[in-house]
Nanobody, 115 residues
Framework: QVQLVESGGGLVQPGESLKLSCAVS????????MGWFRQAPGTERELVAS???????SYADSVKGRFTISRDNVKNTVHLQMNSLKPEDTAVYYC?????????WGQGTQVTVSS
């Protein structure tokens, strides 16, 4: 069973940066597309960034130009560099495939942007 372990969240002020990481178990990692999702209280989980197995990235309009997704196929890790953070970026961040193929989500990592 795939295990997803997210890390790197924290409390930051508006305008600051964070880099999230997600470690994925399994030798197939390099073959799958990956995504970062977020969920704020009272809202549905939304896909904010995705990256194909070949390294092509796409972003939600709300984060375009501020977030960068990347992957390390040697370390089976996907990253999310978040710059110019805004209070509305506050959420728990999760990784999974863009189609949410894996039912056993990780614990997520909390990102709080507040002055």
């Amino acid at each position: 069973q795939v295990q997803l372990v997210e890390s790197g969240g924290g409390l930051v002020q508006p305008g600051e940066s964070l880099k999230l990481s997600c470690a994925v178990s399994g030798s197939f990692f390099s073959l799958v597309n990956m995504g970062w999702f977020r969920q704020a209280p009272g809202t549905e989980r939304e896909l904010v960034a995705s990256i194909t197995s070949g390294g092509s990235a796409s972003y939600a309009d709300s984060v375009k130009g501020r977030f960068t997704i990347s992957r390390d196929n040697v370390k089976n890790t996907v990253h999310l560099q978040m710059n110019s953070l805004k209070p509305e970026d506050t959420a728990v961040y999760y990784c999974n495939t863009p189609k949410m193929s894996w039912s056993n989500w990780g614990q997520g990592t909390q990102v709080t942007v507040s002055s």
